[in-house]
């Protein structure tokens, strides 16, 4: 299991830390990523890490602002979203993918959490 946490109603600007906990599987691995999908959109990659959490990417909407981090010893990983835009508005999903490598193809990750909303308001 996937269990997300940590979104919230926060005004722009303002930061949130979204946690994954994961159970039931080889944490380390796997390689991990977030996604988001807000209302009437698809779902879009945000950030991933590799499985030993030395290799991070994340998307152009974000670089800069957030950063991906993962603790193999508590079997999480996390997401730091700083300088939140009302665009950043959306339900926050983390996705396991298997193997050492990240990817941001929403389509190779086979392991997901059940979502956690945030919500930036202007």
């Known amino acids: 299991e996937l269990q997300a946490s940590g979104g919230g109603l926060v005004q722009a600007g303002a930061s949130l830390r979204l946690s994954c906990a994961a159970s039931?599987?080889?944490?380390?691995?796997?390689?991990m990523g977030w996604f988001r999908q807000a209302p009437g959109k698809e779902r879009e990659f945000v950030a991933a890490?590799?499985?030993?959490?030395?290799?991070?990417f994340y998307a152009d909407s974000v670089k800069g602002r957030f950063t991906i981090s993962r603790d193999n010893a508590k079997n999480t990983v996390y997401l730091q979203m700083n300088s939140l835009k009302p665009e950043d508005t959306a339900v926050y999903y983390c996705?396991?993918?298997?193997?050492?490598?990240?990817?941001?193809?929403?389509?190779?990750?086979?392991?997901w959490g059940q979502g956690t909303l945030v919500t930036v308001s202007s």
């Open positions: 890490i590799n499985n030993s959490g030395g290799s991070t």
């Open positions: 039931g599987r080889t944490f380390s691995s796997y390689g």
């Open positions: 996705a396991a993918k298997y193997g050492a490598h990240y990817s941001y193809t929403v389509s190779l990750y086979d392991w």
